[in-house]
């Protein structure tokens, strides 16, 4: 663990802060907004439409900026396929928006991050193809986009979610374990000693990865209070295993700051002491969550997750949203200059911690616990998921004394289910690898170990 | 510091629970007569083998197996769908009933060498580019639950072969999932091709990017929020209801 004790977490402050080249630092003592967008459908059509639609949305972003007189922004570019896919695409935005950033930094000495994500377009259609051809050329998209002028180095993987998708709709928390703890964890380790070894070269920061294909799935899946298609008490069970799968990134080479919508980076934080961006009440242009005060927390960077450019009363949707997140971060770095960090973490935390299970488990001093669960048995890809789940429902159950989570008949039984099946699960890696390879061989016809994974 | 979060919130899921729970609310519902009761839990619980039992007992003593699917199989999933519905039960309930009641189905043409005739057919797909497709998954689960034969196309689907697939199969319904804002673009060039080739079959479109102004932008697009809404599309349209029909009832915004 980076920290002795959960309460040492803060937001804008990390163990081991990173530097974009523009000025700004990530974890050195302030939050700074992280402005993401997408591009409206019809600029996906040619090259030349998609240079220009980033052209101008980093400059109605960087202007605004300097309108309201904000110090520091950084920008995320998630790839569509088409820019991942012909790496030099990629390279081409990021070269253009790096250029923008650099003239605003040169004349207003605004502080400047910029954030490449390519797409996880290791697939063939229905299968996954996490190994070879599309491998490549994904390295190549990195390659081309640190080249441009990308600071910080992403990616959302996808390893699997062939499983996952599964599992998670017949309620197998074992499945979610193998699925994202081990499969996920498995592919991690392979891509991200790879992007590392790019950014090095290109002098650039591997960043990190977010588990977003599958603890995002089950989030999302689980939706809001009174929808019916999963418990949230499942849903944070998938969340803490990505704990388990996204931290292997930082154990190849990632140094932050983390992917936004990676919920699970309070306990990343708490492992390694590396910045994270997270995302919640100002990215509800993007979808609802319920916790959007608590994932400010302990941030670094504070994200709206993505907003198709277009106009709004206010301006562009990119300078309305990335206004709204540097208000956020202003106010979080007035209570840094005037000491009242904590105060203000204690109660975005606390006007979100009961609201539902995954708010509750992803609280600081909760998600803390999970942390020192997975690291107890850090060498082991399906312990250290095992644990996670272990403390998450011990955490959960201890907290019906309290009486201030209130959880559904319905929650309370999918966690007494959830915890019947981890109950039966050995604690030997090699038995549940093996077991869980033929059940799902059998029984998940996307399924390809051998083409996928290195085991 | 800590606070009575009941000031600030609600839990409107544990307010709003019903007394009753979902096991007694289904065993009401299932049929009186075997085995029928049998069958209905067996496909409520999930559990194939027991399906499967049930439906050779009752082939044993002389049923007619495709007879078994329409007044038995098809109804204990409806008990099922119906209690989704109702806001009683959660989605992988529904994943696990639909899988027992389809390898039900299938052990029943086996038994029988024949096949029931579907309510309809839909083709399904993920838009070129996208590879999301547990939506997709969800959509084409519940048209096979509430009867209909779905033709999965997959995910990444090239607008080519949409086109393709419903001039060959003749769908009553199409539908599209997108998640990303510069994939679903595609849904706009399969509704101008599928009417340049004059076919006005509904075109149901969903999924995470997808909004209801981008359908609502082209002809044969019908908004879906939320994945239940495509049985419920399917049956409107055997119901007689027109495209226009359609977006009154599924464009709710």
Known sequence: MAYKNADDMIFGTAVHPVKAELGLQVGAGYVTAEVNYAPRPEAGVSKEKLVSEYRKLTTDIMARAVQIGFPAVSLETEHVEQMTNNPTWGGEIAHVQKTILEEYHEEY?????????????REDRDLLALIGKKYDTLMESFEAVAEGGADFLSIETM??????DYAVLRNDVPGMIYSIGCLGGMDMEMIWTDIAKIAQKKNRVPAGDTDCAQANTAMFVGGGLLDKNLAHTLAILARVIAGSRTLVGYEAGAKGPGKDCGYENTIIKAITGCPIAQEGKSATCAHADVMGNLTMQVCDLWSNESVEYHGEFGGTSVQCWSQTLNMDAAL?????QTGNAKMLRDLMCLSDKYRDPQGYILAYDNAFKVGQAIVKDGNDLYLRAKNAVVETIKILEASKKEGKLLMSRFEQ???ADAKASIDALTNEKDTFMSDSLAKYKAEVKVFRPEANYKW | M???PSKILVRYNVQKEKAQSPDQMAAEMFPKAEPARTIAKAIYEGEEDDVIEGLEKAIGKGADAIKLIDDVLMPGMKIVTDLYDQGVIFLPNVMMAADAMLEGIEYCKESS???????????????EGDVHDIGKTIVAALLRADGYKVVDLGRDVPVDEVIAAVKKESPMMLTGTALMTTTMYAFKEINDRLLEAGIKVPFQCGGGAVNQDFVASYQLGIY????ADAPKMANAILAGKGLAQLKDMFHKH
Do not use: W
């Open chain 1, 159 to 164: 390893g699997g979610k062939e499983v996952f």
């Open chain 1, 109 to 121: 000495g605004i502080k400047c991050g910029l954030r490449h994500t390519p797409g996880d377009i």
């Open chain 2, 2 to 4: 800590d606070i009575d």
């Open chain 1, 332 to 336: 979080m770095n007035t209570s840094i």
């Open chain 1, 413 to 415: 039984n999918a966690l």
């Open chain 2, 113 to 127: 060498g024949s096949a029931p005739k579907p309510k309809g057919v839909v083709v399904c797909h993920v838009a």
């Open chain 2, 224 to 227: 879906g929020e939320e994945a």
